[in-house]
């Protein structure tokens, strides 16, 4: 029989770990019930994963490497290689999505777990920041928080709102989303240029005496554009 491959065998690992969770409890679940149902040793469990948690989280691990390898290869619009970077996780828990939904579930009931989930959805949201910050220097910090954030959190929001079953949560409607976030948050994306909104997009702001009228103002308003 071949090795299988190492993410495989993970996978293998995390599903076993969550069927076993699933029936039996969390914490009535032993180490040694995962290596059994895995048919691997304890020492193999362990020369792998630390803990139960490290093996129902094993997937983001790998997600994570995963994100900041297509991260660093990327060589375009650093906000645009965000979004793609979160619909390419989001990708991954649709594709396994009876996994994610039992995962779900018994993270639900384990405080312990959802405060490691929470944990492990900030990584997410650092490798974002750590991304954009090294491609937008230029950007002031707290943009690039602010979108980093906003692509984690509409990401999860659709994400935890599949895993309850709403099929409205698709693929589609995060790009879509994502998109929004884009052109609201992240107006510029050039990396050496200054954090400056478009022409288009900028405004301007007239004073005039107290009781000049509207048709005055837009009259003067007209004219000195003519002239600039």
């Known amino acids: 029989m ?13 599903a076993e770990s ?3 969770f699933a029936e039996r409890g969390y914490e009535s679940t032993t180490v040694d019930q ?6 691997v040793s304890r020492r193999t469990l362990f020369r792998q994963f630390r803990s139960k948690e490290d093996v129902i989280f094993a997937d983001h691990e790998a997600l994570l490497a995963g994100v900041a390898q297509r991260l660093a290869d990327s060589d375009g619009d ?17 594709s396994a999505l009876d996994l994610a939904v039992r995962r779900y579930r018994v993270v639900a009931e ?4 959802r405060e490691r989930e929470l944990i492990t959805t900030y990584r997410y949201q650092r490798e974002f920041e750590d991304h954009l910050r090294a491609r937008l220097p ?12 906003a692509v984690t959190g509409v990401h999860n ?12 949560a698709t693929t589609a409607r995060l790009h879509a989303e994502l998109a929004l976030v884009r052109r609201s948050l992240a107006p510029s994306a050039d990396p050496g240029g200054a954090d400056e ?17 509207p048709e005055d103002v837009a009259r003067q308003v007209a004219r000195q554009l003519r002239e600039a």
Do not use: K
């Open 2 to 14: 071949s090795t299988p491959e190492p993410a495989d065998f993970r996978m293998h690992v995390v």
């Open 18 to 20: 969550i069927r076993l």
């Open 34 to 39: 995962i290596a059994e149902a895995a048919g």
């Open 78 to 94: 650093p906000y645009e290689a965000v979004c793609a970077a979160a619909a390419s996780v989001f990708e991954h828990f649709r």
């Open 110 to 113: 384990v405080p312990a777990l």
């Open 138 to 149: 230029g950007v002031t910090p707290e943009r690039l928080v602010a979108f980093a954030a």
């Open 157 to 168: 929001y659709l994400l935890r709102t599949m895993l309850r079953g709403d099929e409205s």
């Open 197 to 213: 909104p478009p022409a288009d997009r900028r405004v301007t702001v007239v004073t005039y005496p107290a009781g000049t009228s």
